[in-house]
């Protein structure tokens, strides 16, 4: 079962940050935090992860709060090739086959 | 060139048949997974195997088994298909460890008739 609470959809203006949240608090102190996308038909992309540390990479920033029970994605300039599902995704040693479980994800919507 | 890919990529085949995907991942990874996604969108863990263990959702019916033949390989066999199993079906790899991304395939959309 997820262990993340993600807003079902979020609209975001081209060109402007978009802001994904996600909730896991019950989150253990050896698990991390994915995000991964999916865009339509396609399969789902990894785009970052972390534990304590906020980290950035070419795509997105991760922001994760001291307490670690919350999280926000940042896509710094969103465009319309942003618009897909976003899946937040709570990983840890206790996972069995290290697997990812998906949640329901937010639909995030880049508009013109 | 793809890091992991499926194959078909589409797949229409009648209730009772037998069924085989192919998935084959370039990136030297030990552990490979599959997942469906139905027509709800929900993404499920089927599968996660890698050279010492195969690691079973209980909720996946014994239809369905993954076979192995070598470290970049994890086809998907799948016994008297049933209407219900009509889904995109997902292939990944990682290396081991939870500290490392998966990556995924491009998806089988399996429909059955």
């Known amino acids: ?112 | 060139d793809t890091a992991v890919s499926q194959t078909p990529k589409y797949l229409v085949t009648q209730m009772g048949n037998d069924k085989s995907i192919k998935c084959e991942q370039n990136l030297g990874h030990d552990t490979m997974y599959w997942y469906k996604q139905d027509s709800k969108k929900f993404l499920k863990i089927m599968f996660s195997y890698n050279n010492k263990e195969l690691i079973i959702n209980e909720t996946v019916p014994n239809r369905f088994s993954p076979k192995s033949p070598d470290k970049a390989h994890l086809n998907l066999h799948i016994n008297s298909l049933e209407l219900g199993d009509s889904a995109v079906y997902f292939c990944a790899s990682s290396f081991g460890g939870v500290n490392t991304e998966a990556f995924f395939g491009q998806g089988t959309r399996l429909t059955v008739v």
Request: with cysteine.
């Open chain 1, 1 to 112: 079962d997820a262990k993340t609470t993600q807003p079902p959809s979020m609209d975001c203006a081209e060109g402007r940050a978009a802001n994904l949240p996600c909730n896991h608090s019950t989150i253990s102190g050896n698990e991390y935090v994915y995000w991964y996308r999916q865009i339509h038909s396609q399969g789902p992309q990894y785009i970052i992860h972390g534990l304590k540390n906020n980290e950035t990479n070419e795509m997105a920033s991760l922001i994760i709060t001291e307490d670690r029970k919350s999280s926000t994605l940042i896509l710094p300039h969103a465009t319309l090739r942003d618009t897909a599902v976003y899946y937040c995704i709570v990983r840890g040693p206790n996972n069995a086959g290290n697997m990812l479980t998906f949640g329901g994800g937010t639909r995030l919507m880049v508009k013109p």
